[in-house]
């Protein structure tokens, strides 16, 4: 039996590790707005699970890696008054995944979870996982969006005691992160309707200001990075932030308080 249950946590390890998820939130003059939920995992991943799903040998034609009924009610996740609006499937050459959209009418009232089990589909309900930014907006003088980084750390995970790795070991543990982390990616974008006309924010491109864009593809060759994070094992995006805020190639806002003024369109 213990033997299937760590067959089975290898398996979903492995989906997560595939998977490459951005949440955009465009943000109005009035604090109303649009979420845009983008989610990709490679091919090979993708056609495993529509023949899950679909319970045959082949994948049909319009199978799909989700269920409509599940992503209408990820709405309610977002915050009170935030709408399903659309999903699209969506692909490239080594990707496939959906695109869905929702509205919300008050910026303030959003729930934007950035805890990555949570992201992944992991006990997305569960308060103890809970990450979640705080939006406040004002409208005058000037529209001007401020968001607060949680502090809360999550729960500490019991775990067993256990020997230090030998060599063997760790080269292995090492082998399987690579494996695990390979085409993983988490981010997260604010985009204003408008001219940023002042903010703090250190990632800024054009309207858009991005909190962390992590890929952790970017440092599967740094094997000192990946022994520090077998071995302090971050629970959360805020340690996994701080673990990674100096591995090159990787986005990440220092500030945890980001303020951004901007003109309306």
Request: hydrophobic share 35%; no cysteine; glycine share 6%.
């Given at each position: 039996?213990?033997?299937i249950h760590v067959l089975i946590a290898s398996a979903l390890a492995m989906m997560i590790g595939c998977m490459d998820v951005e949440t955009r939130i465009f943000v109005n003059a009035d604090g109303t707005g649009t979420?845009?939920?983008?989610?990709?995992?490679?091919?090979?991943?993708?056609?495993?699970?529509?023949?899950?799903?679909?319970?045959?040998?082949?994948?049909?034609?319009?199978?799909?890696?989700?269920?409509?009924?599940?992503?209408?009610?990820?709405?309610?996740g977002y915050g009170r008054g935030v709408s399903f609006v659309s999903v699209e499937d969506i692909a490239n050459t080594t990707h496939q995944g959906y695109r869905a959209v929702y509205s919300f009418g008050d910026v303030t009232?959003?729930?934007?979870?950035?805890?990555?089990?949570?992201?992944?589909?992991?006990?997305?309900?569960?308060?103890?996982?809970?990450?979640?930014?705080?939006?406040?907006?004002?409208?005058?003088?000037?529209?001007?969006?401020?968001?607060?980084?949680?502090?809360?750390?999550?729960?500490?995970?019991?775990?067993e005691t256990a020997q230090p790795a030998d060599d063997a070991q760790l080269e292995q543990q090492i082998k399987q992160m690579r494996i695990i982390f390979d085409g993983m990616r988490f981010a997260l974008v604010v985009q204003v309707n408008g001219e940023i006309t002042k903010t703090n924010a250190a990632n800024v491109n054009g309207n858009a200001i991005t909190l962390y864009d992590?890929?952790?593809?970017?440092?599967?060759?740094?094997?000192?990075?990946?022994?520090e994070?077998?071995?302090?094992?971050?629970?959360?995006?805020?340690?996994?932030?701080?673990?990674l805020k100096d591995v090159p190639g990787l986005v990440i806002e220092p500030a945890k308080k980001v303020s951004v003024s901007f003109k309306g369109k």
């Open positions: 039996m213990k033997k979420i845009q939920e983008t989610f990709l995992m490679k091919s090979e991943m993708a056609e495993g699970m529509k023949k899950g799903m679909g319970a045959g040998e082949e994948a049909k034609p319009d199978a799909k890696i989700y269920k409509e009924q599940e992503i209408r009610d990820k709405a309610a009232k959003l729930t934007i979870n950035q805890n990555m089990k949570a992201k992944s589909g992991q006990n997305a309900g569960d308060p103890a996982q809970a990450e979640n930014i705080i939006f406040r907006f004002a409208k005058k003088p000037v529209p001007t969006l401020t968001l607060v980084m949680p502090e809360k750390k999550g729960p500490a995970e019991k775990t992590i890929e952790f593809s970017k440092f599967l060759d740094n094997t000192e990075k990946l022994k994070l077998n071995a302090k094992k971050p629970a959360t995006m805020e340690e996994t932030k701080a673990l």
